[in-house]
């Protein structure tokens, strides 16, 4: 990229995204969703929650699709699902339509530091944005944090960002 694009140009500020600390409830973190996003209509790429520690570190990041998945009853993950036999397969379908009911209370409980995606991998603010988009391609992330000395949170960098300028960059002539 020829304008060598940083970090700190296309970051975002910490409080862009609504955070909790990590031992609040799925369920507490579901109505801050609900509250944050759905209610007041304001849809975030990505809608995420960002889960700090008592002296306000970051620890990670929690996504609609994390929560959903920490919904999921565990005979339903890949693993598990795996294991069921064949003919099984007629009785799982029965349940369908009664997943994540209230039946799913019992997992509503446990902490968001069970469900959410850690905060790894970061980059400073002056890391060239190749950098931002090799971390996150390679690591799966849809949220990077940005540190400043490897010790404080100054920002995100969202995918969003980081493809309009790989974009605009590959495009422009």
Same mark, same amino acid.
């Given at each position: *990229? /020829?304008?060598?694009?940083?970090?700190?140009d +296309?970051? $975002?500020?910490?409080?862009?995204?609504? =955070?909790?600390?990590?031992w609040?409830?799925?369920? !507490?973190?579901i109505?801050? &969703?609900?509250?944050s996003f759905?209610?007041?209509?304001?849809?975030?790429?990505? *809608?995420a929650?960002l889960?700090?520690?008592e002296?306000?570190n970051l620890m990670?990041?929690?996504?609609?699709?994390d929560?959903l998945?920490?919904l999921?009853? !565990?005979?339903l993950?890949? /693993?598990?699902?795996?294991q &069921?036999a064949?003919?099984?397969?007629?009785?799982?379908s #029965? $349940?369908?339509?009664? @997943?994540f009911?209230k /039946?799913?209370?019992e997992? +509503?409980?446990?902490?968001?530091?069970? $469900?959410?995606?850690?905060?790894k991998y970061? &980059?400073?603010?002056t890391d060239p944005?190749?950098k931002?988009?090799y @971390? *996150? #391609?390679h =690591?799966? @992330?849809?949220l990077l944090?940005? @540190?400043?000395?490897?010790?404080?949170?100054v920002? #995100? &960098?969202? *995918?969003?960002e +980081?493809?309009d300028?790989?974009?605009n960059a590959?495009?422009?002539e």
């Open positions: *990229m /020829s304008d060598r694009k940083v970090a700190k +296309v970051m $975002i500020g910490i409080f862009e995204y609504p =955070h909790v600390p990590y609040f409830t799925i369920s !507490q973190a109505r801050i &969703v609900k509250v759905i209610s007041t209509k304001k849809y975030p790429d990505p *809608m929650i889960v700090f520690d002296k306000y990670g990041t929690l996504t609609l699709k929560i998945r920490g999921e009853p !565990q005979f993950k890949p /693993s598990a699902k795996a &069921v064949e003919e099984d397969e007629s009785a799982l #029965l $349940i369908w339509d009664t @997943l009911d /039946s799913s209370k997992f +509503v409980e446990r902490p968001v530091s069970e $469900i959410m995606t850690p905060a970061f &980059v400073e603010p944005l190749t931002a988009a @971390l *996150m #391609l =690591h799966d @992330l849809i944090p940005v @540190l400043e000395n490897k010790k404080k949170f920002g #995100l &960098v969202r *995918m969003i +980081v493809f300028e790989i974009s590959i495009l422009k």
